[in-house]
């Protein structure tokens, strides 16, 4: 049985109060719906060689690649994206957030992790979590200086909750080719510390797998 038929995307339904997670079978590729699975697109990302794939976002063309390395914290993760003339990116819509899930997911089969996201809290919901001016779409703000709106943010439930002693200025996503990691939703967003040391915490299944960075062609 080949690696890609044992996979299952997952769609997730998040109605107030209640979270429902429905595993659903891969479709094939050449039968692959357009709304769920872009075509592959590099546009002027091509220069910037291989891996980097192209988005068009209501700010303009944007170039995008995920590079693979586990357990590091945010900061050194923005560090490696610099690196490369980009920055940790956004996500601006959930086609972005599902090209990240899938192709993570492959890569890491059977392991199961997150992949931080270019997104900082703002600085007046800094101590507090959910509430009536920090909600879902206003306590987070894209940093990549691209991605705008709040369609990107898929947030689990009661997420972002802003827990640990109100330390969790940060986002990751969390990928698996299961419904859930450690009753957090694959393929939602969740806050974190930016130094979150997932192994020391006993959250080895959640722990950072990759980090994706984004620039302008």
């Not at 690696?3 to 109060?17: A, E, H, K, M, R």
């Not at 945010?74 to 940790?88: D, F, M, N, V, Y």
């Not at 899930?101 to 199961?112: D, F, K, Q, S």
């Not at 330390?167 to 996503?173: I, N, R």
Request: glycine content about 10%.
């Amino acid at each position: 049985m080949s690696q890609n038929s044992i996979f299952l995307l997952l769609t997730i339904l998040v109605v107030p109060g209640f979270c429902i997670i429905l595993p659903q079978k891969p479709p094939k590729e050449k039968d692959c719906p357009v709304q769920t699975c872009p075509e592959e697109s590099y546009g002027n990302c091509g220069k910037f060689g291989a891996g980097w794939k192209n988005f068009t976002r209501p700010s303009g063309e944007w170039c995008m690649k995920i590079f693979y390395e586990n357990s590091i914290t945010q900061p050194i993760a923005e560090q490696r994206c610099q690196a490369q003339g980009a920055t940790l990116s956004g996500l601006q819509n959930q086609m972005e957030s599902q090209y990240v899930l899938a192709t993570v997911t492959r890569h890491i089969y059977p392991e199961t992790g997150s992949v931080w996201i270019g997104m900082a809290r703002r600085s007046f919901c800094l101590t507090v979590g959910l509430t009536q001016d920090c909600t879902w779409a206003t306590t987070f703000q894209w940093t990549d200086k691209s991605a705008t709106g709040t369609d990107g943010f898929g947030w689990a439930c009661n997420q972002p909750d802003n827990a640990r002693g109100r330390t969790q200025h940060c986002g990751v996503l969390t990928v698996s080719y299961q419904g859930s990691v450690d009753g957090f939703q694959t393929g939602r967003l969740d806050d974190v510390a930016c130094e979150f040391d997932f192994i020391k915490m006993d959250k080895k299944e959640r722990d950072i797998k990759a980090y994706i960075c984004g620039k302008k062609p």
